[in-house]
């Protein structure tokens, strides 16, 4: 199967996974990863081979930088600690927590190797869970904990990942000193990264006068944020959660009424169908 017709099929069972999922009153991400499961378990299904580079860099920065746009500043700033918290310390703790088994399991595989397993199963999914937590109608602060978790856990997770491969393809250890300054410069220089690529989108923005030139921008900003970030070196994640929580802050006074209502409904659209692709291939 050609690669546009196994695209145009992705597509249409996401459509269809989505309309059962609302007749069954079940969170989306749940059947759409059930759904994968089974056309995977078909004899003649075709197969899907995604380069894990390609994902990262396709699919991640639009669905962080929606996040982040749409996610109010004021109530960030209040729950910011509880999120530290669950973003750096959980994630940190169960890496942590998961290396020393794996250890006990394979000893032969080395701490760096351990803890890059570890950093791998640490975060969890953030979508899934927000989906969740709004059908279940659990306290808006609770969902607005979960929103902003989920846009710096994967950060934590990458780049705790990164310096435990590095350790382990170098010298075999990893030194906690150097590592912690290592881990603050990449989440610093992200945030740097992204927040001048979040102030010239804005000043852009403010130029135009033409709703759909002012929508493709924002589209391509949070691609201008994460491969500039992942191309120096820090944090491409926390680039596009940067860029889009000071595009978010500052669009209603920069964009007319037309752009915000054209771009409010072209990026859920992406959204929705980037998640429900996810989900589906890791069905």
Do not use: C, H
């Not at 017709?5 to 989306?28: I, W």
């Not at 197969?47 to 109010?72: H, K, N, R």
């Not at 989440?187 to 992204?194: K, L, R, S």
């Amino acid at each position: 199967m050609e690669g546009l017709e196994l695209v145009l099929l992705l597509l249409a069972v996401v459509a269809a996974v989505t309309l059962l999922a609302e007749k069954l009153d079940v969170p989306y991400p749940i059947l759409m990863v059930v759904a994968g499961l089974g056309i995977a378990l078909v004899p003649a299904a075709p197969e899907v081979d995604l380069d894990p580079e390609t994902v990262l860099t396709v699919l991640l920065p639009p669905i962080l930088f929606s996040g982040a746009y749409f996610l109010s500043v004021r109530d960030l700033w209040r729950n910011i600690r509880p999120i530290t918290l669950l973003a750096v310390g959980l994630v940190i703790t169960t890496t942590l927590a998961v290396a020393p088994v794996a250890m006990t399991l394979v000893p032969s595989i080395g701490w760096p190797v351990a803890l890059a397993l570890g950093a791998i199963v640490s975060p969890p999914d953030a979508i899934a869970a927000t989906a969740i937590a709004r059908r279940l109608g659990l306290p808006r602060r609770l969902v607005i904990i979960f929103e902003g978790e989920s846009l710096v856990n994967d950060a934590t997770a990458l780049t705790t990942y990164r310096l435990a491969v590095a350790a382990a393809v170098g010298t075999g250890t990893l030194d906690p000193g150097p590592a912690a300054v290592t881990f603050v410069t990449v989440a610093v220089g992200g945030a740097v990264v992204g927040l001048v690529v979040g102030l010239l989108t804005t000043v852009l923005v403010n130029l135009l006068d033409d709703p759909p030139v002012e929508v493709l921008v924002s589209l391509l900003a949070p691609f201008a944020a994460y491969i500039p970030a992942e191309q120096l070196g820090v944090s491409g994640v926390i680039a596009t959660v940067a860029a889009g929580l000071l595009v978010g802050y500052r669009g209603p006074r920069i964009m007319g009424s037309d752009a915000r209502v054209l771009g409010t409904s072209v990026w859920r659209m992406l959204i929705f169908v980037v998640n429900g692709l996810a989900f589906l291939l890791i069905g």
